[in-house]
Nanobody, 123 residues
Framework: QVQLVESGGGLVQAGGYLRLSCAAS????????VGWFRQTPGKEREFVAAVSWTGGSTYTDAVKGRFTMSRDNAKNTVYLQMNSLQPEDTAVYYC?????????????????WGQGTQVTVSS
């Protein structure tokens, strides 16, 4: 069981970058698969990226080559480096976690969620 808190969102111009952080509680954080999702008004929350407890990662096509996910288990923190940001990336970004799971893309497969952090990319 973990608690997740996102941070690092903000307002950037197109082409800029941000690094989101997801800080987690729990002594067994290293055994959790963690994903990033994003949501805009009127749309379903969509998958962005995930890194499994074994180190494997998955990215949605929309962010491949621009976003990079990493984790530092010693700090109980997961990061999402977001480069070459575009207005289409504007959304509330959420981190989510599940215990010893595959890096799936489906929202219902994750058990724990953070409160979200706003990312706004201006044109």
């Amino acid at each position: 069981q973990v608690q997740l808190v996102e941070s690092g969102g903000g307002l950037v111009q197109a082409g800029g970058y941000l690094r989101l952080s997801c800080a987690a509680s729990g002594r067994t954080f290293g055994l959790y698969t963690v994903g990033w999702f994003r949501q805009t008004p009127g749309k379903e929350r969509e998958f962005v990226a995930a890194v499994s407890w074994t180190g494997g990662s998955t990215y949605t096509d929309a962010v491949k080559g621009r976003f990079t996910m990493s984790r530092d288990n010693a700090k109980n923190t997961v990061y999402l480096q977001m480069n070459s940001l575009q207005p289409e990336d504007t959304a509330v970004y959420y981190c989510a976690a599940k215990f010893r799971g595959w890096p799936t893309i489906e929202k219902p497969t994750y058990d724990y969620w953070g409160q979200g952090t706003q990312v706004t990319v201006s044109s």
